[in-house]
Structure formats: C-alpha cells, structure tokens
C-alpha cells in the first residue's frame, strides 16, 4: 500500500507566521492527494483536494502544490482558529491511505 | 447543502455484528462513489470502503475484507456498512463520507458527523 508520511508531526507556531507542512508518498500517485483539517471532536474538512485544488469556502491563506510524491499545504499568516491537526490523504491506489497528521499548536 | 448523518453505532461484544447507516441529502446521491473511513479513538483516520455509484463496485481495506459489507440504495439515498465478526480493534468513530468528483472512486469533500462503535 502507499504509504504517506507528513513532517512535521508536530508544529507549535505564532499567529501570522508562515506554515509548510510535508507529505511524501511512497508510490507516485499523480495528483490524487487531500489535505484535511480536523478539530477536537469534529469530522475532517477538506481544504484542498487534488494537490492544489482549494475547496469551496476555505479562506485563501490555505494553498497546496506538489505532484508524484511530495506535496506541500502551505498557510499563509497562521490565525489562532487554525490550530488542528492535519491529514493528507491519497486516492491513487488502493487502499486509499492517509497521513499519520501534523498537530499544529498556537503559541 | 450537502447533509451526511450516521446511525447504528453502539456497544457490541466481540464477534457480534452491527449495522451502520448513511442518510444523504442535498446532491445527486446516485452520482456519485461514497466512501467510509474510520477514525479509532486519539488515533489518525484509515480508509475503510468505497462503493461505486451504482453499487456494483465495492473496494475494502485488507483489516475489514470478508467481514464488512457496504452497499447502497439510491433510491432511499442511503449508504449501508455491515460490520460482522467485530474485533475490539474496530472500536471507532466511522464515518460516511461523499466522494468529491463524479467519476472518481475516492478522494472526498463532505463528511457526516459520524458514529462511534464500540467492541467491547
């Protein structure tokens, strides 16, 4: 199976502050990557779906590139409401596999 | 506005079965895959099933093959999973989940709130 590794695992950053966070894929999966936002005790939300595709409603700070096996989500100017935890995830090939997540923290 | 609400979950002893459910509203159900994915309590999130649009395709990950079943009825715009022969390792929040291209197999957008299964 694909196996999808993010860094940092764990982040504590500054409101404002620019944020990257890594995912590489262990087989070359095009451009079939998910980035996903979870709080304590919600469900996922999509933020960027297909690499680099932003997701309806989700504010422009929030961008994604990459393709093959490395893809990045980038934020731009951190806010105090974006402290999560991030998933990528893979559609590719099955099974479909997800990051173990980054946990960003505001400082 | 795209609405995704479980139902089934519950406390079940090991080697029991439960039944989940999926009431979609606001898309065009029958168009598009649905997905289930689970998340184990303070774990990370694992793909569990895709079915295709119609139904006549479906697509598991090895830990639930042969025990789980996932179907659909488009004309209810329900999404079923079928859990037999649970372990305590499928104690977990699982949710139902609209994948997010027509065509397209996985990958999703919207998320329901999800049910908590416990194998205990």
């Known amino acids: 199976e694909v196996v999808l590794t993010q860094s940092p695992e764990f982040q504590s950053v500054t409101p404002q502050e620019k944020v990257t966070i890594t995912c590489r894929a262990s087989q070359y999966i095009v451009g079939s990557l998910h980035w996903y936002q979870q709080k304590p005790d919600q469900p996922p939300k999509l933020l960027i779906k297909?690499?680099?595709q932003s997701f309806s409603g989700v504010p422009s700070r929030f961008s994604g590139s990459g393709s093959g096996t490395h893809f990045t989500l980038t934020i731009n100017g951190l806010e105090a409401e974006d402290a999560a935890t991030y998933y990528c995830?893979?559609?590719?090939?099955?099974?479909?596999?997800f990051g173990q997540g980054t946990k960003l923290e505001i400082k | 506005e795209v609405q995704l609400l479980e139902s089934g979950g519950g406390l079940v002893q090991p080697g029991g079965s439960l039944r989940l459910s999926c009431a979609a509203s606001g898309f065009s159900f029958s168009k598009f895959c649905m997905n289930w994915v689970r998340q184990a309590p303070g774990k990370g999130l694992e793909w569990v099933s895709s079915i295709s649009e119609s139904g006549s395709d479906t697509y598991y990950a090895e830990s639930v093959k042969g025990r789980f079943i996932v179907s659909r009825e488009n004309s209810e715009n329900t999404l079923s999973l079928q859990m037999n022969s649970l372990r305590a390792e499928d104690t977990a929040i699982y949710y139902c989940?609209?994948?997010?291209?027509?065509?397209?197999?996985?990958?999703?957008?919207?998320w329901g709130q999800g049910t908590l299964v416990t194998v205990s």
């Open positions: 297909y690499a680099s």
């Open positions: 989940a609209k994948v997010a291209v027509e065509v397209a197999r996985g990958g999703v957008d919207y």
């Open positions: 995830h893979q559609s590719s090939i099955l099974p479909y596999t």
